[in-house]
């Protein structure tokens, strides 16, 4: 077995609460479609996949670790919920006729992966994507997130690698508070982007 997948099902062992979704995902809920095919990317223990299908969406979540699955598949028949999971190597070639309404990701990437996740987006499909920066690296003497500076984005990078989609939204380095009136420092970029017709 891949030794990062079974670092992850070691993770995934530890008993814990059962996580909250990302707080972002309900704050930018208008700028995303109303329902339709969704998938959560690297969805981890799938907390932002059960917020997807509680909104009404048809959501896949898709993960390598077959533990965090297995949390997930219990947390959603415990709150009658319908999610396919699919257990695989997140790869160029496994995106193969794939197409959704909505790409969530979250605190994963793979650069490699940019053209097929903007492939897989039907005409008027949204992304949505959130990770770490570099910038935290340099600023904050504890930060969150991969240590690996190649796991996180330079300033601007994420709108360079959405470039063919239509950005509705990009947030780098601020979020705003949960009332909206002021702004809050954060390690992360965000961007919504929408899929043109041809």
Not at 87 to 97: H, L, W
Not at 123 to 146: D, I, N
Not at 157 to 172: G, S
Request: a negative charge; hydrophobic letters at 40%; glycine letters at 6%.
């Amino acid at each position: 077995m891949d030794p990062t997948i079974e670092r992850w099902n070691e993770t995934y062992r530890d008993p814990a609460p059962f996580p909250e979704p990302n707080p972002h995902l309900a704050q930018f809920r208008s700028f995303l479609p109303s329902g339709g095919t969704a998938l959560d990317l690297a969805c981890g223990r799938g907390a932002d996949a059960l917020y997807l299908a509680d909104c009404g969406f048809q959501v896949t979540a898709w993960d390598g670790s077959e533990v965090a699955l297995t949390l997930l598949k219990e947390e959603a028949n415990r709150r009658a919920l319908s999610i396919t999971t699919l257990c695989a190597p997140i790869t160029v070639d496994a995106f193969k006729d794939h197409r959704f309404d909505l790409i969530y990701v979250h605190r994963f990437l793979d650069r490699a992966l940019f053209p097929v996740i903007l492939e897989a987006l039907k005409p008027q499909g949204r992304l949505f994507y959130e990770t770490f920066t570099t910038e935290s690296l340099e600023t904050t003497t504890a930060p969150q997130g991969p240590k690996n500076p190649s796991y996180r984005l330079e300033a601007n990078e994420l709108v360079r690698l959405c470039a063919p989609l239509h950005i509705r939204l990009f947030i780098d380095g601020l979020m705003p508070s949960r009332d909206a009136k002021t702004f809050i420092p954060t390690s992360k970029s965000l961007l919504i982007g929408e899929k043109r017709s041809r």
